[in-house]
């Protein structure tokens, strides 16, 4: 059987209406022949069959109008039994050259040129610091050749400090862009062997956060609107002190538990197309609100565009899960190996509570424990969630 | 004067089977295409040339393997009657890399330099420049070639026309200007474009000899293609035939055909060149019904193995898409 | 500069030896043209050459831009080698069809089968007063177009040199002549010499800053680093030469010596081969640029009659001057 299609006349051929058949199923048809009126965007065109054969039945209705390659009709050879459909060809793909985003900066706004920005970055002088000599105040060549000799002869120097901290990475190979489905598999794996392997015992504590809320908002009525704190910096910044307190809580399994010292707390980001990325804020404890803040504000946008450095998404100690508003009341983590916790965070919810025998409407915050009981029991992580709980109820001394 | 003797008269009809086996071919060779075209094989444009079979047939026969020819974007049947195989215009108009430009032409622009076939070009009118220069070097090479330049009446309003044919009267210039006045510039008639429709009365004011033949015709137009050649060789002058024919499909695939009747398509297809020709033979006992099938079995063969050729050609890399910009 | 190893000679003269050598020592090679034999040329580059090599080698043309581009096309692919002169850069547009349709086309669109062996001539520039119709720096029209390479003849050297290299390119080669500089003196190697036509070359060299130019921007550049160099500045001078394909070697290369650049030409500024040259820079040479680049190129006018304001219409030496103090954030502004 020969399946009679919509030809395609022109690249700008995407459809084609059916006016008329001008044969009739039965009819004997042959090589040239015309078989039906289709109405495109550039008129009537009649068309024709490049088989011999009869009409075995239509397809497609007169006045529909359909894309290019719908089987109109279909066409038995003169000498065949009806069998089946040919199937249709699947169509090349071309291939699309993707184009990569372009980095982001957060630079500050200081006039300095590539070259002098280059030189001054090589040679660890802190740019920021020197003064522009260039026809518009920009730093230039000849700025940064000065600090640099001045660097050699006296060590340091008043003007200059050699950057210690953070040099700019410059290789690639720090670059991990993961993309979407390389990351929906590193979740399957980490979940898959958590399960498996991990014991999980589960714990829960509503806390009231009308004081931690109250403080937030009184807080963040003095501050400009970049500088707002997120509810997820207090969170994180509570988590860290609570870890203080119950240290055993924060570190990984290897056939023994090892606790560890840094606190550095894995923060779960979703991403847009789905999946999670965990990139973990390093000693969180010793991090100032305001530190945190800005450390969320770069890495938000950095993970969802995949451009997180493998130093991002390494080393946690212990993970941190906050679904956020709208979201569920409470969600009870799956542990990320070989770590042996993770808090999880429901949405804050009014809830009715009762204090001193009275019944009261506050917002509410489900805290949830996942521990490995390899590493520790129920009582260490209820342990955990009490000095939560007293941190949220006392924000102004995180 | 004898262009191929190799090809000799004789009453078998041999010689004449051949000139109706040439244009079967390029039809059946071009309705293959026009399949393959519906089921996007072959993309882009795709210009028709069924129904003039017999200008390019009629024409070419009175060349030799060295004359040089030029035609326009309709010129599948150009190629074949000059020889290039079959199979490779199909990779061609399939894109392909085993085509006869690499594929990176198209059915527009098939180029075979070895057989002295100097491509489709899709610009109207800008060819016939060329086709002088190439006659001008022949001229300055002391060599004995003609260029024949095949190009469609539209060409005929082109500036390029009025200085190709000025330039190559007044140099002198072996080249053979064949007009196929299809009576269409893709879908204005002939009427709305030329105050003078009498095509050939556009040489005479160069001062080049000029004919008009019936282009339907395949004898009509051998017999004026050979004296065309014949007084380019002895004077070494340029000579302008116009062939009157009519393409009986539409000017490209995507074409509704508003512009003309259907009555006048059906008039003009009674002056099919393939059926009257078989006819003359048949009555002159030229061909057999065995000898008619033979052929059409021949043609046949050849077109599905062009296909398959086609079929099983090859993608070229992405990564040499810089290739043919600059000689290497 | 002038000393025992060079030669002072005309624009003019330098190209006319060029044909003349050229013509002799090739039977493919003919010129052809409007005006180039009995009239001598004209602006008399060709004058004395039919008498030489006779009306087959140096052929006259009738107005037809199109058509003897197009047959110059032609008796390329038929292994002739013609030199193929169009008057000034605005009839060119009449053979633009040829130039870009078939010249640059055709060895693509056969597959690499059809070479155009071609050299077209035009003479162009701006400076003499002929107004809107006569006078034009359209450089980036052709140095657009894959397939072809162009050349702008802005010394005296590339002059006398350049057509012998164009000659023995297998591909088309636009020559762009500057009609302006056809009376100008100039020093060219007294020895037989050839031009290399992929590569820009530097004609001045210093470490302050680059100014990469080509065509009539050459000599206005080597007069303004010259009057620089007075007061302590030091100009590195880039003659692009090659507008297509761009030697970027050479481009990042004086960028990267002086980490400053400014652009002269005479063509529009907008989408010209400035804009080109510093994209190239910025995509490659961005961390070697100590001050921001810089374009000095014509005014977006078609060319105007008076002398006053046709002068205003393209940059000068003054202009350049001016330009390189305020990047340097020279005091003597």
């Not at chain 2, 469609?152 to 044919?165: K, V």
Request: net charge negative; with cysteine.
């Amino acid at each position: 059987m020969i399946a009679f299609k919509m030809p395609s006349l022109g690249a700008d051929m995407e459809a084609g209406t059916l006016v008329e058949w001008r044969k009739s199923v039965g009819d004997q048809i042959s090589h040239g022949d015309i078989i039906a009126d289709v109405e495109t965007q550039k008129g009537l065109i009649e068309i024709e069959v490049f088989d011999d054969g009869i009409i075995e039945r239509f397809m497609v209705e007169e006045g529909a109008k359909v894309p290019v390659g719908t089987v109109l009709a279909m066409i038995r050879p003169v000498d065949e039994k009806p069998q089946k459909l040919e199937v249709s060809e699947a169509p090349e793909e071309i291939k699309k050259k993707s184009v990569e985003q372009a980095h982001q900066t957060n630079a500050k706004r200081l006039k300095i040129t590539p070259l002098a920005k280059r030189m001054a970055t090589d040679n660890k002088i802190d740019y920021g610091k020197l003064k522009g000599t260039g026809p518009e105040g920009e730093i230039v060549k000849k700025d940064v050749e000065k600090a640099i000799e001045e660097l050699a002869v006296s060590g340091t120097s008043p003007k200059v400090s050699p950057i210690e901290k953070q040099p700019i990475p410059s290789s690639t190979s720090q670059i991990n862009v993961p993309s979407q489905k390389s990351i929906r598999a590193a979740v399957a794996a980490a979940m898959t062997k958590s399960k498996r392997e991990i014991p999980h015992y589960y714990l829960e504590k509503k806390i009231d956060m009308s004081k931690s809320l109250d403080w937030l908002r009184k807080t963040n009525e003095d501050r400009p609107i970049q500088k707002r704190l997120l509810s997820a910096v207090l969170f994180i910044k509570a988590v860290a002190s609570s870890i203080e307190e119950v240290p055993e809580i924060n570190g990984v399994w290897e056939d023994e538990l090892v606790i560890k010292n840094e606190i550095n707390i894995g923060f779960v980001l979703s991403l847009r197309g789905g999946g999670i990325i965990v990139p973990a804020i390093k000693n969180a404890d010793l991090k100032s609100i305001d530190e945190i803040m800005e450390w969320l504000n770069e890495i938000i946008p950095r993970a969802r565009a995949f451009k997180l450095r493998s130093s991002d998404l390494s080393e946690a100690t212990i993970t941190l899960t906050s679904i956020g508003e709208g979201g569920a009341d409470k969600v009870f983590g799956i542990i990320y190996p070989p770590q042996i916790a993770i808090i999880g965070l429901g949405n804050v919810i009014d809830e009715a509570i009762v204090e001193n025998g009275m019944v009261g409407i506050r917002p509410v915050l489900h805290a949830t424990l996942a521990g490995d009981h390899r590493a520790t029991d129920g009582l260490v992580g209820s342990r955990f969630l009490d000095a939560l709980n007293k941190n949220l109820q006392n924000p102004e001394e995180l | 004067m004898k262009r191929n003797p190799s090809r000799k008269k004789s009453s078998s009809g041999e010689e004449e089977r051949a000139l109706l086996s040439k244009m079967m071919l390029i039809r059946k060779f071009e309705e293959k295409a026009a399949e393959q075209y519906t089921k996007e094989k072959i993309r882009g444009f795709l210009h028709l040339y069924i129904g003039e079979e017999a200008v390019a047939v009629g024409v070419i026969q009175a060349l030799s393997e060295e004359d040089n020819i030029l035609c326009t974007y309709r010129e599948h049947g150009h190629a074949l009657m000059r020889g290039l195989n079959p199979g490779v215009i199909m990779a061609e108009m399939y894109g392909k890399v085993e085509g006869c430009s690499k594929g990176r032409g198209g059915s527009m622009h098939l180029f075979d330099v070895d057989k002295h076939f100097f491509g489709g070009s899709a610009i109207v009118g800008g060819h016939l420049a060329m086709a002088v220069g190439l006659a001008l070097a022949s001229k300055k090479q002391k060599k004995n070639n003609v260029t024949c330049c095949f190009f469609g009446e539209g060409a005929a309003a082109e500036g390029e026309f009025h200085e190709a044919m000025n330039l190559a009267a007044l140099w002198k210039v072996p080249v053979l200007f064949v007009c196929e006045n299809n009576l269409y510039a893709m879908g204005t008639a002939l009427k709305y474009t030329h105050a003078m429709q009498d095509l050939e009365k556009k040489g005479a004011a160069y001062g080049i000899p000029s004919v008009a033949v019936d282009g339907m015709d395949i004898i009509a137009v051998k017999k004026a293609a050979e004296e065309a050649i014949n007084y380019i060789k002895e004077s070494g002058m340029p000579y302008f035939l116009v062939c009157n024919t009519y393409r009986f499909r539409a000017h490209s695939m995507f074409d509704a055909e508003l512009y003309r009747d259907k009555k006048e398509v059906e008039e003009w297809k009674k002056k099919d060149p393939i059926i009257n020709y078989h006819q003359v033979l048949k009555r002159k006992r030229l061909i057999t019904k065995v000898q008619y099938d033979q052929i059409e079995a021949q043609i046949k063969e050849e077109i599905d193995k062009a296909v398959s050729f086609a079929e099983k050609g090859s993608w070229e890399a992405v990564e040499d898409l810089g290739k043919f910009v600059y000689s290497e | 500069m002038a000393d025992e190893n060079t030669h002072k000679i005309t624009y003019r003269e330098a190209l006319k030896q060029a044909h003349w050598e050229a013509l002799r020592d090739d039977d493919r090679i003919f010129l052809m043209g409007e005006d180039v034999g009995r009239y001598g040329g004209a602006f008399a580059v060709s004058k004395g050459l039919l008498k030489e090599f006779g009306p087959e080698r140096v052929m006259d043309v009738p107005l037809s831009e199109s058509g003897f581009v197009g047959a110059g096309i032609g008796s390329a692919m038929a292994g002739m080698k013609p030199i193929v002169e169009i008057m000034t850069v605005n009839f060119s547009l009449l053979a633009m069809d040829q130039i870009i349709n078939n010249a640059a086309t055709l060895l693509h669109m056969s597959g690499g089968q059809v070479n155009v062996p071609l050299v077209i001539r035009i003479g162009c520039g701006i400076g003499r007063q002929l107004a809107a119709q006569h006078s034009h720096s359209w450089e980036p029209f052709f140095a657009h177009v894959p397939g072809l390479i162009v050349l702008s003849v802005g010394t005296h050297e590339d002059a006398r040199g350049m057509l012998a290299a164009s000659l023995k390119s297998p591909d088309p080669v636009v020559m762009l002549e500057y009609t302006f500089m056809l009376n100008r003196e100039g020093e060219i190697p007294a020895d037989p010499f050839t031009v290399d036509i992929s590569k820009a070359k530097v004609r001045r060299e210093g470490r302050d800053i680059s100014l990469i130019t080509y065509g009539n921007g050459v000599y206005k550049c080597l007069e303004a680093a010259e009057r620089l160099f007075e007061l302590g500045i030091e100009v590195e001078v880039l003659d692009l030469r090659v507008l297509r394909p761009l030697d970027e070697e050479s481009i990042l290369s004086t960028v990267s010596k002086t980490h400053r650049a400014i652009v002269v030409e005479d063509a529009w500024k907008s989408v010209g081969i400035a804009s080109e040259v510093l994209a190239r820079i910025s995509e490659k040479a961005f961390f070697e640029l100590d001050a921001p680049l810089y374009r000095l190129c014509g005014a977006e006018v078609p060319i105007p009659y008076p002398k006053h304001l046709e002068d205003a219409s393209v940059p000068q030496s003054e202009d350049i001057i001016v330009a390189i103090k305020k990047i340097l954030g020279h005091d003597s502004v």
